[in-house]
């Protein structure tokens, strides 16, 4: 079994910074691509960054510039540094990681349990 435990949301004033971290536990053989997600009240959950186990990484419109997603991968743990934040930037953060649990298993998604985030204006 794999955990993904978040841990870094809570409250900040548009224009602030928050880091959200989000580290994988368990039984795990490889982590190939990592990522975030959000979702605000009534709305579905969007995408928002994604890294690629080379470290490639891609953003949503909505946060590129503002936003950066890294890895480290000795502590199976991905982080989202959130800059210049605005209002309607409030949402839960779900992290997400497609896991190997052993070599002739094949990639399954987990994801985290979800961290507020909410910029007041």
């Known amino acids: 079994q794999v955990q993904l435990v978040e841990s870094g949301g809570g409250l900040v004033q548009a224009g602030g910074s928050l880091r959200l971290s989000c580290a994988a536990s368990?039984?795990?053989?490889?982590?190939?691509?990592m990522g975030w997600y959000r979702q605000a009240p009534g709305q579905q959950r969007e995408w928002v960054a994604v890294?690629?186990?080379?470290?490639?990484?891609n953003y949503a419109n909505s946060v590129r510039g503002r936003f950066t997603v890294s890895r480290d991968n000795a502590k199976n743990t991905v982080y989202l540094d959130m800059n210049s934040l605005k209002p309607e930037d409030t949402a839960v953060y779900y992290c997400?990681?497609?896991?190997?649990?052993?070599?002739?298993?094949?990639?399954?998604?987990?994801w985290g349990q979800g961290t507020q985030v909410t910029v007041s204006s």
């Open positions: 890294i690629s186990s080379g470290d490639s990484t």
């Open positions: 368990g039984s795990i053989f490889s982590i190939n691509a």
């Open positions: 997400n990681a497609d896991v190997r649990v052993a070599s002739t298993r094949p990639i399954t998604r987990y």
